[in-house]
T-cell receptor, first 113, second 115 residues
């Protein structure tokens, strides 16, 4: 059974700092990995989707990397802003049962002005 | 472009009551999902539908039924609500099985309390 872990559970940084969020998974036979953002009381917003054949994806100040063999992904946020404060979740989809995803519990990020 | 729309946004039920959560997507996605999100338990898949007319159990299907009414709509029914079903329910959709998967898109959730 796939297990997805995100460490740390919470992170607080001053504005302007670059930071890295971590996601690890136990079964490397994944189809893709997706990073989401969730604001309090809201649904999940997709940030980046990395296919299993890709090593990284970039969108603006966000860069996500994927290392299937080691079961790891990182989300890099450059020049953090208070508006980046949210919970960030990663989700992996298996090669089998391609419609189902397993989610991590998320990292709650607070960016202080 | 509405994306994924869930109704209702909030609901309070008494134990034993039944209700149906509605979900509709306007992105012409083939796959739709129902999740529940609980503190300390993360997001867990209840049921999913790979295409119109098909459904499959997820991690926590007990106490729930689903209907994929058409390509746009996927409903979740609680036949006899229990306090353990108090949660935030999310519907999502995506396109699966094409040359490259598309991201999952989520609705804003239904906050359900069972007394």
């Amino acid at each position: 059974k796939q297990e997805v872990t995100q460490i740390p559970a919470a992170l607080s940084v001053p504005e302007g700092e670059n930071l890295v969020l971590n996601c690890s998974f136990t079964d490397s036979a994944i189809y893709n990995l997706q990073w989401f953002r969730q604001d309090p009381g809201k649904g999940l917003t997709s940030l980046l989707l990395i296919q299993s054949s890709q090593r990284e994806q970039t969108s603006g100040r966000l860069n996500a990397s994927l290392d299937k063999s080691s079961g790891r992904s990182t989300l890099y946020i450059a020049a953090s802003q208070p508006g980046d404060s949210a919970t960030y979740l990663c989700a992996v989809r298996q090669e089998t049962n391609a419609g189902k995803s397993t989610f991590g519990d998320g990292t709650t990020l607070t960016v202080k002005p | 472009n509405a994306g994924v729309t869930q109704t209702p946004k909030f609901q309070v039920l008494k134990t034993g009551q039944s209700m149906t959560l509605q979900c509709a997507q306007d992105m012409n996605h083939n796959s739709m999902y129902w999740y529940r999100q609980d503190p300390g338990m993360g997001l867990r898949l209840i049921y999913y539908s790979a295409s119109e007319g098909t459904t499959d159990k997820g991690e926590v299907p007990n106490g729930y039924n689903v209907s994929r009414l058409n390509k746009r709509e996927f409903s979740l029914r609680l036949e006899s609500a229990a306090p353990s079903q108090t949660s935030v329910y999310f519907c999502a959709s995506s396109e699966v099985g094409t040359a490259r998967d598309q991201p999952q898109h989520f609705g804003d959730g239904t906050r359900l309390s069972i007394l």
